[in-house]
Nanobody, 126 residues
Framework: VQLQAFGGGLVQAGESLRLSCVAS????????IGWIRQSPGKEREWLSS????????YYADSMKGRFTISGDIAKNTVHLHIDGLKPEDTGVYYC????????????????????WGRGTQVTVSS
């Protein structure tokens, strides 16, 4: 099982990025896929999730408006589009999966996700 996040890089504040997550060895069917961020000196922070079953999307309150999650489940791929990047968005962005049958109240808990991919570094300069 492998999840690979990519699309990060060094960007200027105000710019946009689209991160992608591709799964191999596991089907995204029947899973909810989440994006979690680890910023320097901070706890892991859940950002957003998408259900493969019905396409429902979930966002951390602080991420609404700038973050957009989307998925192409047939291609085992999920994207996270980030607009208006800020220096505080700097960190390693990971994608991870959780069974779709899990109650959505757990989606914001990074510990609930059981397969994690290699992250992609996003650095936002001011």
């Amino acid at each position: 099982v492998q999840l690979q996040a990519f699309g990060g890089g060094l960007v200027q504040a105000g710019e946009s990025l689209r991160l992608s997550c591709v799964a191999s060895g596991i089907s995204m069917d029947y899973h909810t896929i989440g994006w979690i961020r680890q910023s320097p000196g901070k706890e892991r922070e859940w950002l957003s999730s998408i259900s493969s079953t019905d396409g429902s999307t979930y966002y951390a309150d602080s991420m609404k408006g700038r973050f957009t999650i989307s998925g192409d489940i047939a291609k085992n791929t999920v994207h996270l589009h980030i607009d208006g990047l800020k220096p505080e968005d700097t960190g390693v962005y990971y994608c991870a999966v959780i069974p779709d049958k899990t109650d959505s109240s757990y989606y914001d808990d990074p510990n609930a996700y059981y397969y994690w991919g290699r992250g992609t570094q996003v650095t936002v300069s001011s």
